[in-house]
């Protein structure tokens, strides 16, 4: 008899997170049943901070473009050009470390 009644408390509870888990899913707008928990939360944050890449990350979208133009000029851009044409960044702008770089390798 214990284990009858563990064993239906078990599928009681079993049986509410996944009705949770749908509600959610229906609140936030995609179908019931195909995330898990984990990823429902990450479209949740994603909805509310409108976040388009972790929106489409999150529900397995394959077509994420990042664009090159979000990284701005100067910083960490900047070291890796001077690196590659072996000079200081911080002696030269990104347009001359951009020309010592075709001058090197034009050819």
Known sequence: MKYVLAAS???LCMGSVAMASD???RQ???EPGVYTNAQLAVIKAAQEEDDSLAL???MGQTDIVVSTQSI???GRMDEQLARTVGAD???HSTAELTYMFFDQYAD
């Open 56 to 58: 489409k990350w999150a």
């Open 9 to 11: 408390a078990l599928a």
């Open 72 to 74: 701005g000029g100067g």
């Open 23 to 25: 509600q959610l899913a």
């Open 28 to 30: 936030l707008g995609v």
């Open 89 to 91: 960044p911080a002696d």
